[in-house]
């Protein structure tokens, strides 16, 4: 617990920053003739169905970029790059104060001790990301819940005594037994989010965190992401959640803070939609 709390030190200003901004400083809003937000081309649509959606689509489990995302990983666990988001390489890797606070609440709770569940975390995007901050817990399992094929490689490659990877939720559940269930750009990607949200709401983990989500006032929709083609060609649905709706799945929970995406700028889609990308922490009540 000792080398916990020295990082704590270090990790709960952003906490209290979060908290602060969130209580007392009144939420700015966007003036519609000098915003600095951004229209885009990537977001487009408001479908009826995911089926429908899916149909204009090349999906996120096409080979190219499955080998993509091996590739990145695998560099970063041989040490020849330092850090890898959404399959790019970076020479410095960027942190997500908001979720690494989580991360640090969770394991303070709980003598020092973090097990995860990290779903649809790729081959170990955040893992690796905040690898080298693992050392403050007494314990740490990493369980990675991912489609198929991303599952197989990474059980394959990346498997170790921290890190593991599993087919569903209940084998992981089994397995390490996690205190955090961590959903980073991963929930607008699944075709029945309020299926999850209630499976979520209905376990007894204690921690939730959302990191990289995005949310909007107005109603949820469905739309199309288009990847921009520097880093593949790929296209899938996308949902846009209203806020207060996720919060309205989640009774069991109450929500601590929440926090603005270290990478992620916030957008204008389908013309009005002011679109922010935010990751959230909740306890179980």
Request: hydrophobic fraction near 40%; proline fraction near 3%.
């Amino acid at each position: 617990m000792g080398k916990i709390k020295t990082l704590l030190k270090v990790i709960l200003p952003p906490i209290f920053f979060i908290i602060y901004r969130k209580l007392f400083v009144t939420k700015l809003l966007v003036d519609n003739n000098t915003k600095q937000v951004c229209k885009n081309e990537y977001w487009d649509g408001n479908y009826e169905s995911w089926e429908i959606a899916e149909s204009f689509c090349k999906g996120y489990d096409s080979e190219i970029i499955i080998n993509k995302c091996f590739d990145a990983i695998q560099k970063i666990k041989n040490g020849k790059a330092i850090y890898e988001r959404d399959s790019v390489l970076f020479d410095k890797i960027e942190y997500s104060t908001g979720l690494l606070a989580g991360l640090f609440l969770a394991g303070h709770s709980n003598e020092g001790n973090i097990s995860v569940l990290d779903f649809g975390g790729s081959l170990g995007t955040t893992y690796f990301q905040n690898k080298q901050f693992f050392s403050y817990f007494e314990s740490c399992k990493w369980g990675i819940v991912e489609q198929q094929k991303f599952f197989e490689l990474g059980k394959k490659h990346f498997q170790n005594e921290e890190l593991m990877f599993f087919e569903n939720i209940d084998h992981c559940f089994s397995e390490i037994n996690p205190t955090v269930f961590l959903i980073s750009s991963s929930l607008q990607y699944i075709s029945n989010p309020i299926q999850l949200l209630q499976q979520i709401n209905n376990s007894t983990i204690r921690y939730i965190i959302f990191d990289r989500i995005p949310f909007s006032e107005k109603d949820t929709i469905l739309t199309i992401q288009t990847v921009p083609p520097v880093i593949y060609e790929a296209s899938y649905p996308c949902w846009v959640f209203n806020y207060n709706w996720v919060i309205t799945q989640l009774t069991n929970y109450k929500e601590l803070y929440d926090f603005p995406s270290f990478c992620d700028s916030d957008q204008i889609i389908n013309g009005d939609i002011l679109v922010q990308w935010k990751g959230l922490v909740l306890e179980l009540k």
